[in-house]
């Protein structure tokens, strides 16, 4: 079997094997071991993928499959992967990993809860190797759909009005994007031709540019709403904020990353001319998506809304990167992608062992954790640090890249937007400082903070996986820039010959 | 024309003698054995399903009043199918006492208004259209009104019979146009002699809105709610799903044949009332806590997408619709076996009793959480395939437009299916409806729902095959 395919096939089979299981013990074992494979798996595909590519092998795809499905309609099931998708398909390992071991401790229908989660990482795996719109939106829906129930049934607060909210506003940003989509489809080839949802195909033939400035924002809105592209970000505190700890996790990790994926893979890909023509518009909205989420994390309280308004700050920069179409920018999307995936489930995961101790996660009822909980509190620093952009960890390469990358513009327009961009390290590193300080440094608030227990086995396990992530992309960028490089080159090739008329 | 060409009529044929046996049968059975006929009933039927996908060639009889093909062998056996789950559905209520007499007169009924969809769906003209359309309709209203101790069911049987003389009235009149402007009623020769003249755009809008009660599209929807809430949950699912299905069958063949010269007119009445459609009966849906009443908005709204297949006109235009509506088959049943299970047990049917279901019932909420799905378009499930397959048609006519207004519509139907999906395993209750356990019969009538949910979206076979029987303007 295509090793590929193996990447959905273990996580149904992994479904199917909870479905035997009767208590938690049985089905965090059996999810545990799926996801163990699944990460081994995800290593050796970088393996072979590395070296396929230093044996020479130059296919923009590698290790590709298709099958015919719909013949009528020219619906494959095609897959294949580059550097990209090599990447974020590691990244959704590690984090879907980590987030089993987050959830060792899901008592209420558990068996129900992995089913649903492994269900979501099904579904984002799938999405990051299909090379077909079709499958690659069928799989996008699958992922989102089952964050209805996880929110829903094991979340905390307002979850039921959140879950709903999420959903809705996720399923309608599938609305645009079906509309996309569809249109793409018509367009995809020379008149006459046989049309295809192949991404590869399309690519090489021109869709008219009067449909690319119809469907470019349709396409782009679709995934920039999971992306939390303001105007439209206003699920994402909300749901992160009611999520359980793995759920928060595998969205702000993984999910949202489908956004900046797909805005990049199919909408700039795809559209390279109306992408260019109307980027600033976008331009415009992901510069206050970073500024306004940042600025949104300063005045929470809350330690997964302030994390989740961070995202929205952090996933912004991603679209902002990708809008500023250069080789720097785009190696600086997809590694602010990896490394805010890694981090921001970090966090939460931190956040969801501190709340099951301490049993609130309003900051100013908390203080001096670092005192009864050391591991945690370190492994807390470290990831606020890797958020606001310290050499030596993942977020300083990622978001330097995209400034540089950014900056390569001369015009004003896009300088002054890189400058309002940049500020929002200022702004992140106010937000983080003041949460490691009141939260772990200072005297102990709560005199039943004395007796907190510190991380266990499994919370060690989930945290260390992802710090070794955070500061493997730290000191080892050109390992994975590399791997980016080298894939991007079609992209680049394709936008070098877009003329504009007036440009 | 000799006697064997007339067993091209072999569905109908099969159904009258099955009608007659039935009839026969209850002649001779005691009060105490009426419950015998419960799988004389579903035996027989299944017998004549099978009968169905024996392959047979196309045949034209009567002098083209009659003829049959593949594709219209393919929509009598995708009913037959329909019909065959909702027999199944249906025994633990006809067991009850006070229906426990009249459990021939069911099937009876049921198997007699399916013989007029038959002859429907195999019209080579007007008249016998018509006529299927009627003996299709009367029966129903009959059934609706079949415990009529109930006043909401007599009032549901009334109400169907007159809302159905009126559209009949309007149809007929539509036809007579028809017949008037073209000097024939025959759909071969009409088709040319078809054109853009005031007269007969009016026939034809005559003809689409007797249609369009039958499939009650907005703004002939208003007698749906009513009798799909009056009427037993049984026979709310054969008018939302067969009744409907039969209906669009031979609207979008009528459509794509008799009317093929008015699509540039017509296609923009669909545009507004597909629109008009989906939007209100999502918002009626939205409101509704009783399930048969809500499910009976929704399929409303899904009538709607309906339309979307319609107005491709082109191949994958008719493919859309067959396959969408056999998906729908398997998903609105899917959604009424479980009320009517639960029913059948309880007597309850309001969406607020299904709190805290999943953790008494667990199979059953199950199945209801996948038909919700299926019926909002949510992969894996086939509802998904069904309504992308509708959207693409949709777009390659050009609609873009309307395209986003139907996922949109798509989009907000998922929060009223959401809302159900909630009550079952979000909302806690203190009274949750007991565990139970239904009968052999409703077993395998809810896991043949379950089996079409499943397999027809990755089944691609089947939308080749029904592709291959289609065709366009």
């Not at chain 1, 990896?338 to 501190?354: D, E, N, Y």
């Not at chain 1, 807390?380 to 890797?386: E, F, P, Q, S, T």
Request: charged residues 10%.
């Amino acid at each position: 079997m295509n090793i590929l395919t193996l990447f959905v096939v273990i996580p149904v089979l992994t479904v199917a094997g909870i479905l035997f299981t009767k208590d938690l013990k049985q089905s965090r074992m059996v999810s545990a071991i799926g996801m163990t494979v699944q990460l081994i798996l995800s290593a050796i595909l970088v393996y072979l993928y590395v070296t396929e590519r230093q044996a020479g092998n130059m296919a923009p795809m590698l290790f590709t499959f298709d099958a015919l499905w719909f013949p009528a309609l020219n619906i494959h099931y095609a897959v294949g992967v580059d550097g990209i998708s090599v990447a974020m398909i590691a990244l959704t390992g590690v984090v879907v990993f980590a987030g089993i071991f987050a959830s060792w401790r899901m008592e209420f229908l558990s068996r129900e809860f992995f089913i649903s989660l492994i269900l979501l990482a099904t579904g984002v795996f799938g999405f990051f190797i299909s090379l077909d719109l079709f499958t690659m939106f069928l799989f996008y829906e699958i992922a989102v759909i089952p964050m209805y129930l996880l929110i829903g049934i094991w979340g905390s607060g307002p979850k039921e009005y959140s879950a709903m909210k999420l959903t809705l506003m996720l399923m309608g940003g599938s609305a645009l994007l079906m509309v996309g989509i569809l249109g793409i489809y018509f367009f995809s080839v020379p008149e006459g031709g046989q049309l295809t949802f192949n991404v590869l195909e399309i690519a090489k033939h021109q869709i008219p540019i009067e449909m690319q400035r119809f469907l470019f924002p349709f396409t782009f809105v679709g995934f920039g709403i999971l992306g939390a592209l303001f105007p439209f970000h206003t699920w994402s505190p909300d749901g992160h904020a009611s999520a359980p700890t793995a759920v928060s996790m595998l969205h702000a990790g993984v999910l949202m990353k489908l956004g900046g994926y797909g805005a990049f893979r199919v909408a700039i890909y795809l559209m390279p001319e109306a992408a260019q023509e109307q980027a600033w518009i976008f331009i415009i909205l992901t510069s206050i998506s970073v500024v306004y989420g940042a600025f949104g994390a300063i005045f929470q309280k809350d330690l997964k809304y302030i994390n989740a308004y961070s995202s929205v700050s952090h996933c912004g920069l991603v679209l902002f990167a990708v809008l500023m179409m250069n080789q720097t920018a785009f190696t600086g999307a997809v590694i602010q992608m990896i490394s805010h995936g890694l981090m921001t489930a970090l966090f939460f995961a931190l956040i969801g062992m501190i709340y099951g101790r301490t049993h609130t996660r309003m900051i100013n009822e908390m203080g001096g954790l670092m005192k009864v909980i050391p591991f945690l509190g370190v492994v807390y620093v470290i990831a606020g640090l890797a958020s606001l952009g310290l050499p030596g960890f993942s977020g300083f390469v990622a978001e330097m890249t995209i400034f540089f990358g950014a900056y390569e513009h001369v015009d004003l327009f896009h300088r002054v937007a890189t400058i309002v961009a940049v500020s929002s390290i200022v702004i992140t590193a106010v937000y983080i400082l003041r949460v490691v300080g009141t939260l772990l440094m200072g005297p102990i608030t709560d005199k039943h903070f004395l007796h907190l227990e510190d991380a266990n086995w499994y919370e060690r396990l989930s945290t260390i996986t992802l710090v070794i992530g955070i500061t493997f992309i730290g000191v080892a960028p050109l390992w994975l820039s590399d791997m980016i490089n080298f894939s991007l080159a079609p992209l680049i090739e394709k936008l070098a010959t877009v003329q504009l008329p007036g440009m | 024309m000799s006697l064997i060409e007339i067993l091209a009529m072999r569905n109908e044929l099969l159904l009258t003698i099955m009608a007659m046996i039935l009839l026969i049968i209850d002649l001779n059975l005691n009060h105490a054995q009426k419950e015998r006929m419960i799988p004389i009933s579903i035996g027989l039927f299944l017998v004549v399903t099978l009968i169905g996908f024996i392959p047979q060639p196309d045949q034209t009889i009567f002098g083209g009043m009659y003829h049959t093909n593949g594709l219209v062998q393919l929509m009598k056996n995708i009913l037959n199918i329909g019909v065959l789950i909702i027999l199944f559905q249906s025994v633990s209520w006809l067991r009850s006492p006070a229906n426990s007499t009249k459990i021939s007169e069911y099937f009876f009924l049921l198997v007699t208004t399916l013989i007029g969809m038959n002859f429907m769906i195999s019209s080579g003209d007007f008249l016998m259209l018509y006529l299927g359309l009627e003996l299709a309709t009367i029966p129903v209203a009959a059934l609706a009104a079949f415990t009529h101790f109930n006043t909401k069911s007599s009032e549901a049987g009334i109400k169907l019979l007159l809302s159905s003389a009126l559209s009949s009235g309007i149809l007929l009149y539509g036809i007579s146009m028809i017949y008037g402007s073209t000097g024939s009623i025959y759909f071969d020769t009409i088709g040319a002699a078809y054109v853009n003249v005031p007269l007969q755009v009016l026939a034809f809008i005559f003809f689409f809105t007797g249609m369009a009660f039958k499939i009650s599209l907005v703004p002939f929807h208003l007698w749906t709610a009513d009798v799909y809430e009056g009427a037993p949950i049984n026979i709310t699912s054969y008018l939302s799903v067969i009744s409907k299905g039969a209906a669009a069958f031979i609207l979008v063949i009528v459509m794509f044949t008799v009317f093929k010269e008015l699509a540039p007119v017509y296609k923009n009445m669909i545009y507004l009332v597909a629109v008009l459609t989906m939007t209100i009966g999502n918002l009626f849906a939205m409101r509704q806590k009783n399930m048969k009443r809500f499910l009976a908005f929704s399929s409303i709204a899904q009538a709607g997408f309906i339309l979307l297949g319609i107005l491709g006109t082109n191949k994958m235009g008719m493919t859309s619709v067959v396959y969408f509506v056999l998906v729908y088959i398997f998903s609105n049943l899917g959604a009424f076996g479980v009320v009517a299970a639960i029913a059948a047990k309880t007597g309850k049917e309001s969406m607020d009793d299904y709190d805290g279901l999943y953790l008494t019932n667990p199979k059953l909420s199950l199945l209801m959480m996948l038909s919700m799905f299926s019926l909002a378009g949510i992969p894996p499930v086939a509802g998904f395939f069904g309504k992308m397959f509708l959207f693409t048609s949709a777009a390659s006519g050009g609609y873009y437009w309307l395209v986003f207004i139907a996922v949109l519509n798509a989009t907000i139907s998922l929060y009223y299916y959401l809302l159900v999906v909630k009550a079952m395993f979000i909302n806690k209750s203190d009274h949750p409806i007991a565990t139970f356990q239904s009968d052999g019969y409703t077993k395998i009538g809810l896991m043949l729902c379950a089996l079409g949910i499943f397999v027809l979206g990755f089944w691609s076979q089947v939308y080749e095959f029904i592709n291959n029987l289609s065709f366009g303007i």
